[in-house]
C-alpha cells in the first residue's frame, strides 16, 4: 500500500493548480488522470485577471501570455448592423500587473500548469482511474487501476476531486447531490481560421440574428497577413443555427464538458455549415472560415453540489459547479476552487503537531463556507445572463433583437455599469467578506470591518496590487517628529529595486504588512521600533509562518522628478524586510490614507482576512487567539 498526504483526483487546470498549491505547501501528494495524455483540444479559453494573478504565483505567466491574445473589449452585432463596443482596458484598473482576459487554448494552460509543476519536481500520473474511495475516520483508501487491470492501493489522509462532471470522488462520499438541469439549446462549435476578414482579433464578437447567435473568440495571435490566427465560433439558439444529421458522433470528438456531462449529441457540423452561419449572421467582410481542427456538438447542464466537504472528501472545479460558458468562467472559478482548498489543507498537514482538532476542522469547513457561495453565484448569473443571449424561442429572439439595441449602448456608455460587471467577471470582486462569520479566516472584529475610514479593502477581500520600494539597511540619523529609530533611508537611485504588494506576498506563508501611516494632520508615522513591536505581538500567537513587511510613507521631493526625500534614517539591529511608499498610494489602496498606521494579514492565497488601524491590533491578536488559531 502507497501512503501520501493527499490524493488529487483529476488533472485538468483544477487538479494541476492544486498540486501546484500542495506542492508550495512541501506536502506529499499524488495527482492521477484516467487520460494516457493531456488533450490538445482548445475547450475553455480564457484566462481571466485574478486567476492570471493566482497563477503567477507559481511560474513566469509570460509564457502562457505569449501562447494566446489579450482581449481588450467585445463587439456586439445584430441583425448584421454595429450596435455596440465595449472597452475594457479604459475602466482606471490600476492595482493588478494582470488587467485584462487572456484568450488561450486550456491545452495551453494545461501545460503551463504541468511545467510549474515539473519545476517542483512533481508530475501527473496518467492513466490510472479511481474504482473506489472509501474514507473512515483516519484517512482515505483508494484503489486505483490502469488499463491493464493493475491495480495500486493508496493510503491518504485526504482525496480531492478535480475529476468533472461525473466525479468519481463525489459519487463516493453518500451526503453530495449535484442538483441541476440541461440547458434546451443545441450548441455547435468550429476551431479554424478565418481568411480576409474584419473581425477583431484583441476583443470578443457576439452576432445576434433571428434564429440565434454566433460568437467569435480568438484563441492564438494574429501575427501578419501571412498568418490568419486561429479562432472559435459557437452558435447556439434554434434549429435553424444549430440543426445537425440524426448520426451519433465519435465521442473523441466532443468537448470535455459534452463528454463529462454524457449528452446523446450528433454528428459535428460541416465547415460549410458554419460558413452560412457567418454568412448569414456577421456583418459584410467577415471573411471566409478555413482549416478546421475541431468541429462539434453538444449540450451543456448548470448543477452545482450541495457541499464541497464530505469528510475527508472533497470536491473542487466541475466536480463542484458546472454551468453554462457565459463569460467563460468555469475554468477560472475551478482553479480559484484549488488555490483556495490547498493552503488549507497545507497548513492542517504542516502544523498538524501544533494545532487543535477543532481550529483544523474549522480552517477546512472554511473551504465550503468561502466557496459555495461563490459557485451559487456563478451559476445563478451565468444562468440568467446565458438563458437570454443564447435563447431558441423564436418571440424570445424577437424581443432580445429589439430591446438589445437600445439598451446596449446605454449601458456601455455608463462606466461604472461596466466596471461593475468586470469586477464579476475579472474575479477582482470575488470576496469572501459576506459569510456571517462563517469562514474563520476573515475578519470580523468591529474596528476594522465597520470603519468608515476602512470600506476600501475589507477581511475576506482580494489583497490589491500596488508598488513599492525597498529600502536600505538603514544609517543613524535623525527621527521624524523627535528623535529615535524611524523608516530607513531609501537607497541610492541606481540601486533602487522596484517590487509590489503581491510579489511581497508570495510563498507558503502568511503575510504581515504593518503600515507606518501617512503621519498627516494631528497624527504621526509609527518608527521602526513601534511597527517592529507590534509585529511581534501578533507573530506570538500565530502557529503556522508569518513573514512580516513594514511599508512607511515616502514623499516625492518634486512632482516629476523622480526623485524621493529622504525623511528617516536608521533601522535597528534586528531590522525587519522594509519598504517605502512613494506618495502613499499603496496606503490609500488600503483605506490606510487617513494619517494613522495600520496593519494588513495577508493570507497565502493573497486574500486579506483582517485588515485595521494600530489602535486596534489587540482586537486583531484577540480574534485570532479565540477563533482562527492557526
Known sequence: MDHCDVLIVGAGPVGTTLALELALQGVSFRIIDQSPARSEKSRALVVHPRTQELLDRHGALDKLISRGAIARGAVMNINRKLVARVDLDDLDITDTKYPLPLMVSQAETEKFTEESLAEYGKAVERAYTATSIVQDANGVTATLEKPDGTQTTVRSKYVVGCDGAHSAVRHSAKNLTFDGDAYPQDFILCDARLRNSNVARDRFTICFGDTGLLAFFPISPHADDNDDGLIRLLAAG????????????????????????????????????????????????????????WLASFRLHHRGVNSYRSGRLFVAGDAAHIHSPAGGLGMNVGIQDAVNLGWKLGTVLKYRDRLTDE????????????????????????????????????????????????????????????????????????????????????????????????????????????????????????????????????????????????????????????????????????????????????????????????????????????????????????????????????????????????????????????????????????????????
Open 238 to 293: 434554434g434549429r435553424s443555427a444549430t440543426q445537425q444529421p440524426s448520426r451519433p458522433a465519435d465521442p473523441d470528438s466532443l468537448p470535455q464538458q459534452e463528454q463529462q456531462d454524457g449528452e446523446q449529441t450528433h454528428e459535428p457540423p460541416t465547415l460549410a455549415h458554419f460558413q452560412s452561419l457567418l454568412d448569414s449572421f456577421a456583418p459584410p467582410g467577415s471573411g471566409t472560415v478555413h482549416s478546421p481542427i
Open 359 to 630: 481550529a483544523k476542522e474549522a480552517l477546512l469547513d472554511s473551504y465550503h463556507a468561502e466557496r459555495y457561495p461563490v459557485g451559487r453565484a456563478l451559476l445563478q448569473g451565468t444562468d440568467r445572463i446565458f438563458s437570454f443571449t443564447a435563447a431558441a424561442s423564436p418571440w424570445v429572439l424577437k424581443v432580445r433583437n429589439t430591446v438589445l439595441p437600445w439598451v446596449v449602448p446605454w449601458l456601455v456608455g455608463m462606466k461604472w455599469i461596466r466596471k461593475r460587471f468586470y469586477a464579476f467577471i475579472s474575479g477582482f470582486g470575488t470576496t469572501y467578506s459576506g459569510n456571517g462569520g462563517a469562514s474563520v479566516v476573515v475578519g470580523t472584529n468591529t474596528s476594522s470591518s465597520s470603519s468608515s475610514l476602512l470600506k476600501k479593502v475589507r477581511g475576506g477581500d482580494r489583497l490589491p496590487d500596488g508598488k513599492v520600494i525597498e529600502l536600505g539597511s538603514g544609517r543613524t540619523g535623525g527621527g521624524y517628529g523627535g528623535g529615535g529609530t524611524s523608516a530607513p533611508d531609501l537607497l541610492e537611485e541606481e540601486e533602487r529595486k522596484e517590487t509590489s504588494l503581491h510579489r511581497l506576498c508570495r510563498g507558503a506563508s502568511w503575510h504581515l504588512l504593518l503600515f507606518s501611516g501617512t503621519g498627516t494632520g494631528d497624527r504621526e508615522a509609527v518608527t521602526v521600533e513601534g511597527l517592529t513591536l507590534a509585529g511581534e505581538r501578533v507573530l506570538a500567537v500565530v502557529k503556522s509562518e508569518c513573514s512580516l513587511h513594514c511599508i512607511f510613507y515616502h514623499v516625492a521631493e518634486r512632482p516629476g522628478d523622480g526623485e524621493l526625500q529622504q525623511v528617516q534614517p536608521a533601522t535597528g539591529e534586528n531590522a525587519v524586510a522594509s519598504y517605502a511608499d512613494p506618495g502613499g498610494r499603496v496606503h490609500g489602496l488600503l483605506g490606510l490614507d487617513n494619517g494613522s498606521a495600520g496593519f494588513v494579514m495577508v493570507r497565502p492565497d493573497g486574500y486579506v482576512s483582517h485588515i485595521g488601524y494600530l489602535s486596534s491590533l489587540h482586537e486583531f491578536v484577540k480574534e485570532w487567539e479565540t477563533k482562527v488559531r492557526i
